[in-house]
């Protein structure tokens, strides 16, 4: 290991390898994002993609695609329409959420309203099916439209399961895939499927992908409560908007009689008072609760690096497992 | 004509010419619109489904497709992908317009909250590209998601024209065109195309819903603010909510100074007093731009029965070219 792969960052790294194919990527979105007749939408779309996200799905299904020896040019058709489908979600989950703020910025929602970003995401949505049409490809098709219903499902779900202390583990691991590791895995996917692999690599391809789809939504949940790093979100969202996620439930599995009664007043009730998340964060760690957390993101990206073992050897390839190993190095 | 036929309307009569296809398509509606994990998928959308709309969009797939002697089964998938696409529609404009009630009863966004309406509406989009990618024809995803994209486009360029005193014919066409026509068109011409009728065919059966949905919509503004027709509609709540119809931009383009500080102040400023809306009807009075959109209207109709003329004879034809007089018979 040189020191300068020591010295970057792995999505850094696939960046780099990746960099004709990202640009060209680049130049889709912008161009296809336009519309003749409604300046709205180029505004709020721009405000959103050219905010500095790290274009980690599109990056995973170039990464997919490359790793698979592709030499055509759908790898990036395909790569934009997942990020098209990763805007439109964002945009509509900020009105869901009432957001107020998305990767430090004000939220479209709240610079223009909320009917733009609805409307603004459905055009993306458009925009992203018509550009998996110039694949010629219904494979992919069937694999992206499958996975815009696992998202839109399991965000139905996260809304109902809000504030419902009856929330199960699986229960939240639909909801992760919903709204998370959907997105990933068929990124991942159609990479191996316009190269033409086997079905059992394309099976890889989505394991791995859905994997560390699950590892990097439990270490972001985890975040929520505090983590290890530092990362400039505000510990205690998910506790204050009512979230059941995985250091909760398993804290509320095992809560006694007067705990349960603390759950049902901040949670079920949103009576929520100064204090409380201190004492919800005692509570954490009363039950190791975050540590046994912290335990299922590791062997989810265990599971991914798995994942990738009857894939090629190349370069990429040691990215993507690197990349598995970063996701959860934030809480190791 | 026979005395029963002339006591029916005809999208009755097409619904009865076409009963056994739309119960198949009431069906699959039903089990397509199932979520197993989140429930309230189903709520929501059972609401407005079975809220007695006309299923005139999904009707149109199946008139063309029976019209064009197509044997095959997916004319059923199309219809119901079709209707989802509506169903989306409207569940997200009910977000957008902030309505409070659809087809007589309350809207989802009121029963529910508008999460559920843009994430249900979300999920129905995907559900209809699902359906679309069993037909095995790419052809068909490129019309309905071109439709979806001018859909999304219309409802945009409608949001920012509001209240905006330039917005001219052009403009309303287009909005026209993506709140009504689009889906109205799409319908038409993928029957055609499962048909594998010849391209001028298709053209043909794209034209008739492109001329009808225009002509349909045309009616909708021109009956909010009175038409002949007894409706059911308040009268003047597109003046209530500023929006530019071809009745008030026709009005709009030949005012006099003193009419244009009306327009300005009531529409660009939206300071609206009791006796404005009687006002605004006596200046499309004297401008006569009510009866110069009824000819539009007309025209639109006469347009669309023209479109079938090199289609093959059918009944369900005759139905379509009654239809379109229907559609223009509310102002005649």
Same mark, same amino acid.
């Given at each position: 290991?040189?020191?300068?792969?020591?010295?970057?960052?792995?999505?850094?790294?696939?960046?780099?390898?990746?960099?004709?194919?990202?640009?060209?990527?680049?130049?889709?979105?912008?161009?296809?994002?336009?519309?003749?007749?409604?300046?709205?939408?180029?505004?709020?779309?721009?405000?959103?993609?050219?905010?500095?996200?790290?274009?980690?799905?599109?990056?995973?299904?170039?990464?997919?695609?490359?790793?698979?020896?592709?030499?055509?040019?759908?790898?990036?058709?395909?790569?934009?329409?997942?990020?098209?489908?990763?805007?439109?979600?964002?945009?509509?989950?900020?009105?869901?959420?009432?957001?107020?703020?998305?990767?430090?910025?004000?939220?479209?929602?709240?610079?223009?309203?909320?009917?733009?970003?609805?409307?603004?995401?459905?055009? #993306?949505? !458009?925009?992203?099916?018509?550009?998996? $049409? *110039?694949?010629?490809?219904?494979? =992919?098709? +069937?694999?992206?439209?499958? %996975?815009?219903?696992?998202?839109?499902?399991?965000?139905?779900?996260? #809304?109902? !399961?809000?504030?419902?202390?009856?929330? $199960? *583990?699986?229960?939240?691991?639909? =909801?992760? +895939?919903?709204?998370?590791? %959907?997105?990933?895995?068929?990124?991942?996917?159609?990479?191996?499927?316009?190269?033409?692999?086997?079905?059992?690599?394309?099976?890889?391809?989505?394991?791995?992908?859905?994997?560390?789809?699950?590892?990097?939504?439990?270490?972001?949940?985890?975040?929520?409560?505090?983590?290890?790093?530092?990362?400039?979100?505000?510990?205690?969202?998910?506790?204050?908007?009512?979230?059941?996620?995985?250091?909760?439930?398993?804290?509320?599995?095992?809560?006694?009689?007067?705990?349960?009664?603390?759950?049902?007043?901040?949670?079920?009730?949103?009576?929520?008072?100064?204090?409380?998340?201190?004492?919800?964060?005692?509570?954490?760690?009363?039950?190791?609760?975050?540590?046994?957390?912290?335990?299922?993101?590791?062997?989810?990206?265990?599971?991914?690096?798995?994942?990738?073992?009857?894939?090629?050897?190349?370069?990429?390839?040691?990215?993507?497992?690197?990349?598995?190993?970063?996701?959860?190095?934030?809480?190791?």
């Amino acid at each position: 290991m040189s020191l300068d792969h020591a010295a970057t960052k792995p999505h850094e790294r696939l960046a780099a390898a990746l960099a004709d194919d990202l640009a060209l990527v680049n130049d889709m979105i912008r161009e296809r994002m336009a519309s003749e007749h409604a300046p709205r939408i180029p505004e709020v779309t721009a405000h959103l993609v050219e905010a500095g996200g790290k274009r980690l799905r599109p990056m995973l299904t170039l990464a997919a695609a490359r790793m698979c020896g592709y030499g055509g040019p759908y790898h990036v058709h395909l790569a934009a329409t997942v990020e098209f489908i990763h805007t439109a979600t964002l945009l509509h989950d900020d009105v869901v959420d009432e957001s107020d703020k998305r990767r430090g910025r004000p939220t479209a929602n709240l610079l223009w309203d909320n009917s733009s970003s609805v409307l603004v995401g459905d055009y #993306l949505f !458009a925009r992203s099916f018509q550009l998996m $049409t *110039e694949t010629n490809n219904m494979r =992919v098709l +069937r694999i992206l439209s499958n %996975a815009a219903a696992t998202i839109a499902e399991g965000e139905v779900l996260q #809304l109902t !399961a809000a504030a419902d202390l009856a929330t $199960t *583990e699986d229960i939240y691991l639909k =909801v992760v +895939r919903g709204k998370t590791a %959907a997105l990933f895995s068929a990124a991942m996917e159609v990479g191996g499927v316009i190269a033409e692999m086997s079905d059992t690599q394309v099976q890889s391809l989505f394991d791995y992908g859905d994997a560390l789809g699950i590892s990097f939504q439990i270490v972001d949940d985890l975040l929520d409560y505090g983590g290890t790093a530092a990362t400039g979100k505000n510990i205690g969202d998910d506790f204050r908007e009512r979230k059941l996620t995985l250091p909760v439930i398993r804290a509320i599995a095992k809560a006694d009689v007067e705990e349960m009664a603390f759950w049902k007043r901040t949670i079920s009730k949103g009576k929520q008072a100064d204090g409380d998340l201190d004492t919800a964060l005692s509570l954490l760690a009363k039950h190791a609760t975050m540590e046994s957390t912290r335990q299922d993101a590791l062997e989810w990206a265990e599971k991914a690096k798995r994942s990738l073992h009857d894939l090629p050897d190349h370069e990429i390839k040691t990215m993507l497992i690197d990349l598995a190993d970063y996701v959860v190095a934030r809480v190791v």
